[in-house]
């Protein structure tokens, strides 16, 4: 996407590589020159200025399945899933980032039906801490939380009475936002399970971002709701109060096409679960 959002320097040096450095970049997580600055036009002007360079504001949608995040491998109800690549090697040149969005035939529901992009805000990078009371949800995800395939609204009981804020006390990781390039979910994705603003919870305890099972929720800075973007290349502000089924039940499996128990919501991040 670099060279349709002006950064068509970066992709070139991206592309070229360097003396140490394949064409394409090193290995999603690595440090290197010429990706430690994310382009400005990834962060979101609600979200505040940072003194951090690698943050961004905007999550790639991998669907309504909550299992499975860190090895997708190519399958995902969502527009973008995930491409493993082994230890620390480069991925293809052709392909540098560890999560691609699917082709339009691939979205079976239709790309006007289909999101692509929503907001979360960025972390710290830190790894997991205690919250202190004043952290948004969106800044933070609940650690240590379980059964949340088999029922997602367990990680809105786990924060009962935060009104949009972590308790203090709570058990939290931050790594969302913080590396632009990482293509993990746990740095740069999102599901359409729970409504938006609504906290983001682990079932592990891994302060890395690799999790395997975890509920990511869209959120922003914007009174009410989250801004969306879909496969036509439409734009649109989803409000907290769209419709997400019940979110109680399990979540389908990551290669699933059954209808999506997330009600609008669920069925707008599935790309082909027929509705």
């Not at 499996?253 to 991040?269: C, E, K, M």
Request: with cysteine; glycine share 14%.
């Amino acid at each position: 996407m670099l060279p349709y959002i002006e950064e068509n320097a970066m992709w070139d040096q991206i592309m070229a590589g360097a003396s140490n450095v394949r064409p394409g970049g090193p290995y999603a997580w690595a440090s290197w020159n010429v990706w430690n600055t994310a382009p400005k036009s990834l962060k979101c002007p609600s979200d505040p200025p940072s003194t951090r360079v690698q943050t961004h504001s905007y999550a790639t949608c991998v669907g309504d399945h909550a299992s499975g995040l860190n090895n997708l491998d190519g399958t995902g109800r969502g527009a973008f899933i995930g491409a493993k690549y082994s230890g620390n090697a480069a991925p293809p040149a052709e392909r540098p980032q560890t999560v691609f969005g699917k082709t339009i035939s691939a979205m079976m529901d239709g790309t006007s039906k289909t999101v692509l992009i929503s907001e979360r805000m960025s972390g710290t990078n830190g790894a997991v801490s205690t919250a202190g009371g004043s952290e948004l949800y969106g800044q933070a995800e609940v650690m240590n939380i379980g059964g949340l395939r088999n029922n997602p609204s367990q990680c809105i009981a786990a924060v009962a009475g935060g009104n949009g804020r972590y308790p203090a006390g709570t058990s939290i990781k931050r790594r969302w936002g913080a590396q632009w390039t990482d293509g993990q979910v746990g740095r740069v994705g999102f599901q359409t399970i729970l409504p938006p603003n609504s906290p983001s919870c682990n079932q592990g305890n891994n302060a890395n971002a690799d999790s395997s099972t975890a509920v990511y929720s869209a959120a922003s800075r914007h009174p009410g709701g989250v801004v969306t973007g879909y496969a036509d290349g439409s734009v649109s502000f989803t409000n907290d109060n769209i419709d997400c089924g019940d979110t109680s039940a399990q979540a389908p499996g990551r290669t699933a096409t059954s209808r999506s128990p997330y009600g609008v919501w669920g069925s707008l991040g599935a790309t082909s679960d027929g509705a």
